[in-house]
């Protein structure tokens, strides 16, 4: 077993990573939570720092708060609010203040709407007393009225007087009405959904610990099962023909010669027409148009008969042809896209040509080509050429790379694994190959 361990701990180590950022983008992308949204600006300038809108030293005050700045009447509520997720953002000449919409809930809240709009109403006039001088806005009294709009008296019928906040004349009441409340008076409910950190904690932590089991288990189940391979990797580099390292003279002159070889030419060929065929064949996969495709597989095989010199024409030609046959009404031809093609199959040579066969090396495959190739290089040619947006990268772009790297290096193992006796029966490969399969 510790023989077994290790040699997977790379595999152990790649599998809780992948698990614990599945576990951050599943809830970071699909749970969320509408929010109340309050638009408004002050009648007067202030250069307000949009952060203390969040701070809770201010959101504790306001829930502190016994009588309304506005009206001089008492408050009973506020102390219950229980705000989880406060974003503030400046707008243009605005600013906009979204709390998740069940802050207001509480059961000691009678009227959570008229709670929600008071609280954030306050909310704003205390980060505003940061940013006045407020012996410019000397507070004063108005008489008490009741719902008809009689004066209320004390009993000695003298009228009963409010104590009015002067800094609430600062908060523009006919935009505020205008902007933040429907037509039936209520609250804005806002259209993007905030994100929801409690779960996004829950699936760091989910996925963390699936991982580091999933690793422990699968990397013990098949080292098991590949135990009696374990030691044939030494036993088949003999760096004349079979290769530990691509770190020999000798190994990239036998690549280069593989482009003399006619009937590795024949082949490769045949893989490239495959290649083309799959950029037909596109699973949806749930993230955009980023799309599950079948090419890897056949790239792949090329790669380990032909080595990372012919690959790098392989990948090449699999863009270039591959966008002028099926994809030239899509858009500008982007020559990022044919670097990162060639790339991806450069690496390919490197871990799979007359060298022994291994998941631990078709993962580490994927990960130079989910990462380097398809996350940073397609990425940003998405970025430069097509003018996406940069959030593109992490919202889409990233979780797809995330989400198929241990699928994809599976797949790319299990066709090799099964390719390699047939390539080396037929002396496409190194008959050393064939007896050179293990799991790490």
């Known amino acids: 077993m510790a023989k077994i361990l290790k040699k997977g701990w790379f595999v152990i180590v790649v599998i809780f990573i992948t698990f614990t950022l599945l576990g951050f983008f599943i809830p970071w992308t699909f749970c969320k939570g509408n929010g109340k949204i309050i638009k408004f600006k002050y009648t007067t300038k202030l250069d307000v720092d949009v952060y203390d809108y969040t701070r809770e030293e201010n959101i504790n005050k306001v829930k502190s708060l016994t009588t309304s700045m506005y009206t001089g009447g008492s408050l009973t509520t506020y102390q219950y609010v229980n705000i989880k997720k406060i974003e503030a953002v400046e707008k243009d000449g605005y600013y906009q203040i979204t709390v998740n919409k069940d802050a207001f809930s509480d059961s000691n809240i009678k009227n959570a709407e008229t709670t929600a709009k008071g609280f954030m109403r306050h909310l704003t006039l205390v980060v505003a007393e940061k940013y006045v001088d407020l012996a410019d806005y000397p507070d004063y009294q108005i008489e008490k009225k009741d719902k008809d709009g009689n004066v209320v008296t004390d009993d000695e019928g003298n009228p009963i007087m409010l104590n009015i906040k002067g800094i609430s004349n600062i908060f ?26 409690d779960m996004i904690i829950l699936g760091l932590c989910i996925g963390a610990g699936v991982g580091i089991i999933l690793g422990f288990t699968l990397t013990l189940l098949l080292g098991k099962k590949f135990s009696d391979k374990l030691e044939r990797e030494e036993e088949i580099f003999d760096n004349e023909t079979v290769f530990k390292t691509p770190f020999h003279k000798k190994y990239w002159l036998l690549s280069a010669k593989e482009l003399k070889s006619v009937k590795k030419m024949v082949i490769m060929a045949l893989l490239l027409g495959l290649t083309l065929i799959s950029k037909l064949i596109v699973l949806p996969s749930g993230f955009g148009a980023l799309g599950f495709r079948f090419g890897l597989i056949f790239l792949s095989v090329a790669a380990m008969i032909g080595g990372p010199v012919p690959a790098l024409i392989i990948g090449a030609l699999s863009d270039i042809l591959g966008f002028f046959l099926f994809e030239s009404g899509s858009g500008a031809f982007n020559p990022i896209f044919t670097a990162s093609a060639m790339l991806s199959c450069f690496i390919y040579g490197l871990c799979f040509y007359r060298t022994n066969i291994s998941f631990t090396k078709a993962l580490i495959a994927r990960i130079f080509v989910n990462f380097i190739c398809n996350f940073l290089i397609e990425g940003f040619g998405q970025i430069i050429v097509y003018d996406y947006k940069f959030s593109w990268l992490y919202l889409t772009s990233l979780p797809k790379q995330v989400a198929y790297l241990i699928p994809q290096s599976i797949i790319i193992f299990v066709v090799l694994i099964v390719v390699a006796p047939i390539a080396a029966d037929t002396n496409f490969i190194d008959e050393k190959i064939k007896k050179g399969i293990s799991l790490f």
């Open 172 to 197: 523009d009441v006919e935009f505020y009405e205008k902007n933040s409340l429907d037509k039936s008076g209520n609250l804005l409910i806002s259209e993007t959904k905030y994100k929801r950190n």
